[in-house]
């Protein structure tokens, strides 16, 4: 069973860059995409992006120009960034994996998510 | 982008009832469509995928169904497990994007 556990800063100051990690246990990191989702407080489910093991990436446009996913294929890692971030950006964020095989893609596996504060 | 639209916001029901929720999107996803139920402080848990087909482990009182624009998630008999807060989500193309969330609630 594929497990995902995020890691890293739970308070970021405005205008710096959120740093998360991802980490895959239980299962190939080859096998699936890896994307992060977001939740504010309270409210509903943003999509961020994907990365495939290849390196291929897909953004959502709304972060565009502020995100940046990676993958260390070798710790079994996927990391997301965010520079440039205001309190909008606090929220929830979950990693987690996508799983494309028998035509049909649909979010599988997830991380147990970890609250990124924004603040001064 | 897709704009996926829920109804109801919420969904007050009782033990044994059977339940539907609505999602509707703004242009034609086929079949692209995955249900999710979340846990105050868990994450979401898939339900079903590609409309109708029900994940691996997810009891069979959940049903999905649609096409198109059009789908609903139906609880056959309410368990007071299943109280939450459910999602849909299409992946027709990127971005990705959820509905609003139903949350169901105990009458």
């Known amino acids: 069973q594929v497990q995902l556990q995020e890691s890293g800063p739970g308070l970021v100051k405005p205008s710096e860059t959120l740093s998360l990690t991802c980490t895959v246990s239980?299962?190939?990191?080859?096998?699936?995409?890896w994307n992060w989702i977001r939740q504010p407080p309270g409210k509903g489910l943003e999509w961020i992006g994907y990365?495939?093991?290849?390196?291929?990436?897909k953004y959502n446009p709304s972060l565009n120009s502020r995100v940046t996913i990676s993958v260390d294929t070798s710790k079994k890692q996927f990391s997301l960034k965010l520079n440039s971030v205001t309190a909008a950006d606090t929220a929830v964020y979950y990693c987690a994996g996508e799983d494309c095989s028998g035509g049909s893609c649909y979010l599988k596996y997830w991380g147990q998510g970890t609250l990124v504060t924004v603040s001064s | 982008d897709i704009q996926m639209t829920q109804s109801p916001s919420t969904l007050s029901a009782s033990v044994g009832d059977r339940v539907t929720i609505t999602c509707r999107a703004s242009?034609?996803?086929?079949?692209?469509l995955a249900w999710y139920q979340q846990k105050p402080g868990e994450a979401p848990k898939l339900l079903i995928y590609k409309a109708s087909s029900l994940d691996s482990g997810v009891p069979s009182r959940f049903s999905g169904s649609g096409s198109g624009t059009e789908f609903t998630l139906t609880i056959s008999s309410l368990q007071p497990d299943d109280f939450a807060t459910y999602y849909c989500?299409?992946?027709?193309?990127?971005?990705?994007?959820f509905g609003q969330g139903t949350k169901l609630e105990i009458k």
């Open positions: 989500q299409h992946y027709n193309n990127y971005p990705y994007t």
């Open positions: 990365i495939y093991r290849s390196g291929s990436t």
């Open positions: 242009q034609s996803i086929s079949t692209w």
């Open positions: 239980g299962g190939s990191i080859s096998s699936y995409y």
